[in-house]
C-alpha cells in the first residue's frame, strides 16, 4: 500500500524551513528519501533503518518513528538547489522493494 | 562506475506495436528494479531481480509485460500489444544494500 505523504506541496523563500511527512498504514523496516528535479530521474537522499533513527545529509535531516510508521525530511535554512519533488520509500518487513508515495513538490524562491 | 544506463531514452510507437527497453545496472549491484512513472505520481513498482532471479512481479501488470536479467548483467523490459494507457516514464534501478541509483528512464509515448 501506497505512502501517504504530506504536504502535497511547499512553497518558500530561501532560506526557510520545511518538513516533509510520509505516513503508512504497514509496519516498516526501512524509510528512504528521493529527490527528482523536472525531466530528470530520482535521487539518493538517504535511508532510515530503525525506529527513531535520525540522519543528516547537509541541511537536510529525517527521523523514523517505527511505532507510528511515520517519516518525517527535514529541509533548514533552504537553498534554491533543494527545490524539486520529494519521494519517501517504504519498505515492508519482508519485502525487498520500495513503494514510493505520491511526492511532495518543493518550490524555493529568491 | 557510470552509472546506470537506460536505452533508448525516447520511444514512440503505434498502439499494438511491441517494444523493447535496456536497463544496464552499475556492475557490482546485484539487485535490479523496474519502475513506471506518470506524470505527477511517484514511481510504481513493476519487478525486481536479484541476480537473474526475477524474485517479483507487480499484480498490476499484465501479462503484456516480460522482463529478462540474463547472467545478472542487464536487462531487458518488453511490453508487448502496447495500449495507450503504457504511456509513462520507465525506469530502471539497480542497488547493492541500500539506496537505488536510477537511470535516466525511457519516455514511452504510444499513439
Known amino acids: 500500500q501506497q505512502p501517504v505523504q504530506s504536504p502535497q506541496a511547499v512553497i518558500l523563500r530561501e532560506g526557510e524551513d520545511a518538513v516533509i511527512n510520509c505516513s503508512s498504514s504497514k509496519a516498516l523496516y526501512s524509510v528512504h528519501w528521493y529527490r527528482q528535479k523536472h525531466g530528470e530521474a530520482p535521487v539518493f537522499l538517504m535511508i532510515?533503518?530503525?525506529?527513531?533513527e535520525q540522519k543528516g545529509h547537509e541541511k537536510i535531516s529525517a527521523s523514523f518513528n517505527e511505532k507510528k510508521q511515520q517519516s518525517s525530511l527535514y529541509l533548514t535554512a533552504s537553498q534554491l538547489s533543494y527545490s524539486g519533488t520529494y519521494f519517501c520509500?517504504?519498505?515492508?518487513?519482508?519485502?525487498?522493494?520500495?513503494?514510493f508515495g505520491q511526492g511532495t513538490r518543493l518550490t524555493i524562491n529568491p | 562506475d557510470t552509472g546506470v544506463s537506460q536505452d533508448p531514452r525516447h520511444k514512440i510507437t503505434k498502439r499494438g506495436q511491441n517494444v523493447t527497453f535496456r536497463c544496464d545496472p552499475i556492475s557490482e549491484h546485484n539487485r535490479l528494479y523496474w519502475y513506471r512513472q506518470t506524470l505527477g505520481q511517484g514511481p510504481e513498482f513493476l519487478t525486481y531481480f536479484q541476480n537473474e532471479a526475477q524474485l517479483e512481479k507487480s499484480r498490476l501488470l499484465s501479462d503484456r509485460f516480460s522482463a529478462e536479467r540474463p547472467k545478472g548483467s542487464f536487462s531487458t523490459l518488453e511490453i508487448q500489444r502496447t495500449e495507450q494507457g503504457d504511456s509513462a516514464m520507465y525506469l530502471c534501478?539497480?542497488?547493492?544494500?541500500?539506496?537505488?541509483?536510477f537511470g535516466s528512464g525511457t519516455r514511452l509515448t504510444v499513439v
Open positions: 534501478a539497480s542497488s547493492l544494500k541500500s539506496g537505488y541509483t
Open positions: 532510515l533503518l530503525k525506529g527513531g
Open positions: 520509500g517504504t519498505e515492508d518487513k519482508g519485502a525487498q522493494k520500495l513503494v
